[in-house]
């Protein structure tokens, strides 16, 4: 070991991580910013000690690599399988990595492996972005409204032609009021 400085500073960073994992709450932004960076930085000296480093063995090699593989691998399948929090630095790493990736090649041209994996980083930036629930925002245009359609008691009975169930619209004011009821009845 020629020299320990590095691997003092990750074991004495590590430990500190330790301590914090115990102590803090993991949702704090502070704690999760700086638990990604030293598992980064952990990535980063073992793949140089072990991969790029002259005086490691050819088994060391192998290791290495099989290692970055194994690393890859699990990162894509944390990625692309659960719901990720947006705001670990190990997500705004992946989203930025994509993105910087979509500036230089379109993703349909990508390999597909890298291009499954990119609509994930996508689906992460809709999610954070741009879907939102639009159910409970007020009508202000009430001609762009499109007419509850009348449904009738066999309607909540019966299915649809492909076997799911219809769906019952959501009461609007104006149809549950007395004197809507009232009005219907009077026209019979």
């Known amino acids: 070991m020629d020299n320990p400085r590095p691997d003092l500073f990750l074991a004495g960073w590590w430990t500190i991580d330790v301590f914090l994992a115990w102590t803090v709450w993991s949702e704090n932004q502070f704690v999760k910013f700086q638990r ?17 480093a002259p005086k490691a063995g050819v088994v060391v090699h192998v290791l ?14 944390r990625i692309v399988v659960p719901q990720s929090d947006p705001h670990s630095f190990a997500m705004q790493l992946f989203v930025w990595s994509f993105t910087a990736l979509n500036k230089i090649a379109a993703w349909h041209r990508l390999p597909s492996f890298i291009g499954v994996i990119n609509l994930a980083a996508l689906r992460e930036v809709l999610r954070a972005e741009n879907l939102h629930n639009t159910s409970d925002i007020p ?5 762009g409204l499109e007419a509850t359609p009348l449904m009738e008691h066999r309607d909540l009975v019966r299915r649809n032609e492909d076997g799911s169930p219809k769906p019952t619209p959501a009461p609007v004011l104006a149809e549950i009021s007395p004197y809507k ?8």
């Open 36 to 52: 990604g960076v030293v598992h980064l930085l952990a990535f980063i000296m073992f793949f140089g000690a072990m991969v790029l």
């Open 181 to 188: 009821r009232s009005a219907r009845r009077s026209a019979r």
């Open 64 to 77: 290495g690599i099989i290692m970055m593989i194994a690393v890859l691998i699990c990162i894509a399948i």
């Open 139 to 143: 009508v202000t245009r009430l001609e």
